[in-house]
C-alpha cells in the first residue's frame, strides 16, 4: 500500500506515500480508504490529518493508469472523495509543496485544508486535453469563486498557496501554517475535532454577481484562444454548470465530459506527449545521479540570431552570460536585438521593468576571447561552417580553464569532427537550440563519440535550469528536428511548385493547429540556413530531389525577417507577413520552367503533404537517435515517407 496511517494522540494521520509525487493510483486509494476505515473504527480517533510524505501533497492522478483497468478500479478517486466526505470524523488535509488535480480535488473533498507557504496549488487537466474529472469544476468555484476557479481550470497554471489564502471570501484553505505543517495540521484538526455540522464544498454556493454574464464572456476569450484544442471551452462548459446545475447533476455534467475528451485524439495526443517529455529525461547509462559539473557564468560566441536568444535563457534564469563577436557592430545588433525583446516583454506586461534591468546587468560583451576564461561553459552560435567553427574551437581550447563545457549550437556539422577540433573531446557536446531560441521548448542535446557523461548530465540540467525539454540526440546529420523539418518542408516546397502560394500553404497549416505555417517559419529563422545546408547535402547527393523556390528566393537575398523580405513581405519594425507579389512570379515563373500546370490543392492535401512527412521522419530519425548512431551523412527518407510521397506524386 502506498499511503500508510498513524495515530498522534487522539488524532489519525494518513500518509500518502507514493514517490515522486504521490500520484493517486490504484494502490494509493486502497491505502487512503483503509486508513479512514482504520481511523473510523478506532473510538479514541475524534479527527483525521491527510498529508503527503517527500516533495508533494499530491501531483494528483497517475497518468500511467490512464486507459488500464486500474485506473476505474474501486475505490475510484471520486469514491475515495465521497468516502472522505461521509467521514463522521473531521478530516483536514495538510497540504505542503505541491498539490495538483487530483491531489487538489482530494482535498477540496476533506472538510477543512490547511496549508504550509509555497505550495504550488492547480488543476492542470486541461494541459492534457481534460477538464478535472474528481468534482475540480464543482468545488474549486465554490471555495475560490467563479472568477478565480475558472482561470486556474482553464489556465491549468499553478497559483502559489499563500497567495490563494489571500484571496478575498476564499474558503479553500482554513489556514495557512508557518511552522511544522503536520504539527500545525494535528493541532488543527484537535480546534475542530468536536464542531459539528462538519463543513462540505458541495453545500457552498458559487459567488459571482453577474455570473451568466462573465461566462458568456469568458467563452468567447477562451474559444478564441484554445483554437483547435477542445477541453478548454469544456472547462468553460463544466465550471458554468457549477453555476446552475445541483451539485450532484454539476459532478455528473463534469464526469460525462471528462470520458468524452479522453477519448478525443487531441486528448490522446497531449497524454503522448506529457508521457514522452519526460521519457526523455531517463538516459540508460547516465543515472540521475551522475555528478554534475558547476555551470555559474556562460560564454556565447556569436550574437546572431541564435546567439542573443540563447544568452536571454541563461539572462531569464539568473545565469550571467558575456557574449563574444568579431566586430563591435555586430555585437551592438545582438545586443540591440535583446533589448528588442525585453522591451517588447515589459510593453505586453510579462516581464517587469526591474526584472528586465536585473537581467540586462547580468549581460556583458566582449571582442576578446580572454574574457570568457572564467566561464564554466561556452556555446558557440557562429556561421554554420566548418572552417569557422574549426577557428572557434581551437582557440576556445586555448583560452577556456580545464572542465569547461565547450557546446556547439550546429544544426547540421559533425560534433565529433568539431571535438576533434580540441585537446578536450569528452568536454565537447551539442546544444542544438530551435529559433527564437528564447521562446521554443525544444533543446537537442547532442552526445558525441567521447562526451564525458557528467558533460551529458550537465547539459540537461542546466537545460531544465532554463526551462527546456531536453532531448538526447546522436551525432547524425540534423539531427532529430532538423531531418523532420526537411522533409517537412521538402513538401511545402512541392506544393508551391504543384499550385499553392506560400500565405495559402500557412493558413492551411496553421488552420490545422500549427503555430505557424513552414513559410512564415521560414521568415522567422532565417532562410539562409536551409539554403547554405541544401548547398552542401545536394552537391554531395545530387540524386535527392527537391524543390528550388526556397534557393531561389535566397538568390534574390530574400532570407526572411532579418533581410526585411523573405517568402513575405515585411514593413520595417512590424512582423507581419504580407503576401508578396514578386515571390508569388517567381514560383509561376519556376513551376512554367518545371512544365508543371497549376492544380486546386485541397486544405487537406496541403497539410497531410509535409505533415506526414514530419510524423514519418520523426519516427525513422528518433529509432536511429536513440541508438545513438554515429556520423552518417546520409540524409534517409523512412520508407513510410517515400511511400506517402509517391503517393502524392512525389
Ligand atoms: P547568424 O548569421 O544570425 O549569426 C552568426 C553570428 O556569429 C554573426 O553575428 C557573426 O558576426 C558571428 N560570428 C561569425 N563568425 C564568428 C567568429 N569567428 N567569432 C565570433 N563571432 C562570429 O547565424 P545564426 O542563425 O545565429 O546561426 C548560428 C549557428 O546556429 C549556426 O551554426 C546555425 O546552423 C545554428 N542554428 C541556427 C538556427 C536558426 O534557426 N537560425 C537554429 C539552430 C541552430
Redesign the pocket.
Known amino acids: 500500500m502506498t499511503a500508510t496511517t498513524q495515530t498522534r494522540g487522539d488524532v489519525a494521520v494518513i500518509t500518502l506515500d507514493n514517490p515522486p509525487v504521490n500520484g493517486l493510483g490504484y494502490e494509493t486509494r486502497v491505502g487512503i480508504v483503509t486508513g479512514l476505515e482504520q481511523a473510523l473504527n478506532d473510538a479514541a480517533v475524534k479527527a483525521i490529518v491527510i498529508t503527503g510524505a517527500g516533495k508533494a501533497f499530491s501531483g494528483g492522478a497517475d497518468i500511467r493508469e490512464f486507459g488500464s483497468p486500474k485506473a476505474i478500479a474501486e475505490p475510484n478517486l471520486l469514491s475515495v472523495i465521497l468516502a472522505l466526505e461521509a467521514s463522521s470524523k473531521p478530516i483536514v488535509a495538510a497540504i505542503h509543496s505541491v498539490a495538483m488535480g487530483g491531489g487538489l480535488e482530494l482535498a477540496l473533498g476533506c472538510h477543512y485544508r490547511v496549508t504550509a507557504p509555497g505550495a504550488q496549488i492547480a488543476l492542470p487537466e486541461v494541459k492534457i486535453g481534460l477538464i478535472p474529472g474528481a468534482g475540480g469544476t464543482q468545488r474549486l468555484p465554490r471555495v475560490l469563486g467563479l472568477e478565480n476557479a475558472l482561470n486556474m481550470i482553464v489556465s491549468g497554471e499553478p497559483v502559489p498557496s499563500e497567495m490563494l489564502a489571500k484571496a478575498p471570501g476564499q474558503k479553500l484553505f482554513d489556514k495557512v501554517i508557518e511552522g511544522d505543517l503536520l504539527d500545525g495540521a494535528v493541532a488543527f484538526a484537535r480546534e475542530v475535532a468536536d464542531k459539528r455540522p462538519l463543513p462540505l464544498v458541495r453545500n457552498l454556493k458559487v459567488e459571482h454577481p453577474n455570473a451568466q454574464a462573465y461566462l458568456q464572456f469568458a467563452r468567447n476569450t477562451v474559444g478564441a484562444m484554445a483554437r483547435n484544442y477542445p477541453a478548454p471551452p469544456k472547462c468553460v462548459d463544466a465550471v458554468a454548470a457549477s453555476t446552475t446545475m445541483k451539485f450532484d447533476e454539476g459532478m455528473k455534467f463534469e464526469r460525462e465530459n471528462f470520458i468524452a475528451l479522453m477519448m478525443t485524439p487531441e486528448c490522446k495526443a497531449l497524454r503522448h506527449a506529457f508521457m514522452a517529455e519526460r521519457a526523455t529525461t531517463k538516459i540508460p547509462d547516465v543515472p540521475a545521479d551522475t555528478p554534475v559539473r558547476s555551470v555559474a557564468k556562460l560564454g556565447v560566441?556569436?550574437?546572431?540570431?541564435?546567439?542573443g536568444g540563447i544568452a536571454m535563457n541563461f539572462l531569464n534564469a539568473g545565469i550571467p552570460v558575456v557574449i563574444?563577436?568579431?566586430?563591435q557592430e555586430?555585437l551592438d545588433r545582438?545586443i540591440a536585438t535583446i533589448r528588442k525583446n525585453y522591451e517588447a516583454q515589459v510593453k505586453k506586461g510579462k516581464l517587469k521593468q526591474d526584472k528586465y534591468e536585473q537581467r540586462m546587468a547580468l549581460l556583458s560583451t566582449t571582442l576578446n576571447y580572454a574574457d570568457l576564461k572564467d566561464c564554466d561553459m561556452v556555446i558557440e552560435?557562429?556561421?554554420?561552417d566548418m572552417a569557422?567553427k574549426e577557428?572557434?574551437f581551437k582557440t576556445l581550447d586555448e583560452v577556456m580553464k580545464p572542465g569547461a563545457i565547450l557546446a556547439t549550437?550546429?544544426?547540421?556539422?559533425d560534433v565529433d569532427k568539431i571535438a576533434a577540433f580540441t585537446k578536450r573531446p569528452q568536454d565537447v557536446i551539442g546544444t542544438?537550440?530551435?529559433?527564437p531560441a528564447n521562446v521554443m521548448k525544444l533543446l537537442e542535446v547532442v552526445r558525441g563519440a567521447k562526451t564525458a557523461k557528467d558533460v551529458l548530465a550537465t547539459v540537461m540540467a542546466i537545460g531544465k535550469k532554463i526551462r527546456k525539454t531536453c532531448v538526447v540526440s546522436g551525432v547524425c546529420d540534423g539531427f532529430i528536428g532538423n531531418r523532420m523539418i526537411e522533409q517537412y518542408s521538402r513538401q511545402a516546397g512541392f506544393l508551391l511548385e504543384e499550385g499553392c502560394t506560400p500565405a495559402q500553404v500557412d493558413k492551411a497549416v496553421e488552420k490545422f493547429g500549427f503555430a505557424m505555417g513552414p513559410f512564415r517559419m521560414g521568415d522567422l529563422?532565417?532562410n539562409d540556413?536551409g539554403w547554405y545546408i541544401r548547398k552542401r547535402r545536394y552537391v554531395e547527393k545530387p540524386h535527392l530531389r527537391y524543390s528550388k523556390t526556397a534557393d531561389l528566393l535566397c538568390e534574390l537575398g530574400r532570407f526572411g525577417q532579418?533581410t526585411g523580405a523573405g517568402w513575405y513581405d515585411y514593413v520595417p519594425g512590424k512582423r507581419d507577413a504580407i503576401p508578396s507579389k514578386l515571390v508569388e512570379e517567381m514560383i509561376a515563373k519556376h513551376r512554367a520552367e518545371l512544365g508543371i500546370t497549376p492544380r486546386k490543392i485541397s486544405d487537406e492535401e496541403i497539410v497531410q503533404r509535409p505533415v506526414f512527412a514530419l510524423v514519418n521522419e520523426g519516427r525513422a530519425s528518433s529509432r536511429k537517435a536513440s541508438r545513438c548512431v554515429r556520423p552518417t551523412s546520409t540524409w534517409s527518407t523512412s520508407p513510410a515517407t517515400a511511400s506517402r510521397c509517391s503517393a502524392a506524386g512525389r
Open positions: 560566441i556569436g550574437a546572431g540570431t541564435m546567439g563574444l563577436e568579431m566586430k555586430a545582438g552560435a557562429v556561421f554554420e569557422v577557428q572557434v549550437n550546429t544544426s547540421t556539422l542544438h537550440f530551435f529559433s529563422a532565417g540556413v532579418k
